[in-house]
Antibody, heavy 124, light 107 residues
Framework: EVQLVESGGGLVKPGGSPRLSCVAS????????MSWVRQAPGKGLEWVGR??????????DYAAPVKGRFTISRDDSKDTLYLQMNSLKTEDTAVYYC???????????????WGQGALVTVSS | SYVLTQPPSVSVAPGQTARITCGGN??????VHWYRQKPGLAPVLVVY???DRPSGIPERLSGSNSGNTATLTISWVEAGDEADYYC??????????FGGGTKLTVL
């Protein structure tokens, strides 16, 4: 059974730099592209960024609102995905979900498994 | 950037059919995926690649995609179908991969 368990959320001051972790199990983590998706309170889903597998270069891609402030990385030896968040703003307040990425024959991506989410609240 | 447009809400009586639309320019040329999210829980994939269902998703949920509109159809709606539904495409030229979401209310 696929499991994704996020941790590291909490109350953070503006400008803070928390790091979220996502521990994966139930599949071969190293083979899978991963994304972070967030959801502000009462709002819709927003893709944050993704990282490819090491085999595919381990490259990262980010949404414009977080580019230059957030960094996604992975430690395949620990089956763990990370989201380093810097220079946090109040508008970054959200539940952050770790997701696996499935790649279709049409070379598009969808998010087939989701963690339970980690709430990050940015407030002074 | 590519924009996906969903109606904010859809209401349907139990036993009836709900249709949730997702509009986008020539969306029929893209693969569309759908997620269901119940309050306080993580989203769950219910349809991928326009029409395919993951294991465990009932046949009552089906997808279609043509022209400028993709549609998630829920037949024989039950109280347990009440949730928010999001469409999604992967467009490398845009950050906005999700639609705004539709709240399905079962009357």
């Amino acid at each position: 059974e696929v499991q994704l368990v996020e941790s590291g959320g909490g109350l953070v001051k503006p400008g803070g730099s928390p790091r979220l972790s996502c521990v994966a199990s139930g599949f071969t983590f190293s083979n899978v592209w991963m994304s972070w998706v967030r959801q502000a309170p009462g709002k819709g889903l927003e893709w944050v960024g993704r990282i490819t597998s090491k085999t595919d270069g381990g490259t990262t891609d980010y949404a414009a609102p977080v580019k230059g402030r957030f960094t996604i990385s992975r430690d395949d030896s620990k089956d763990t995905l990370y989201l380093q968040m810097n220079s946090l703003k109040t508008e970054d307040t959200a539940v952050y979900y770790c997701t696996t990425n499935a790649i279709t024959v049409a070379d598009t991506i969808f998010f087939d498994y989701w963690g339970q989410g980690a709430l990050v609240t940015v407030s002074s | 950037s590519y924009v996906l447009t969903q109606p904010p809400s859809v209401s349907v009586a139990p036993g009836q059919t709900a249709r949730i639309t997702c509009g986008g320019n020539n969306i029929g040329t893209k693969s569309v995926h759908w997620y269901r999210q119940k309050p306080g829980l993580a989203p769950v994939l219910v349809v991928y690649d326009d029409t395919d269902r993951p294991s465990g998703i009932p046949e009552r949920l089906s997808g279609s995609n043509s022209g400028n509109t993709a549609t998630l159809t829920i037949s024989w709606v039950e109280a347990g179908d009440e949730a928010d539904y999001y469409c999604q495409v992967w467009d490398t030229s845009s950050d906005r991969v999700f639609g705004g979401g539709t709240k399905l209310t079962v009357l």
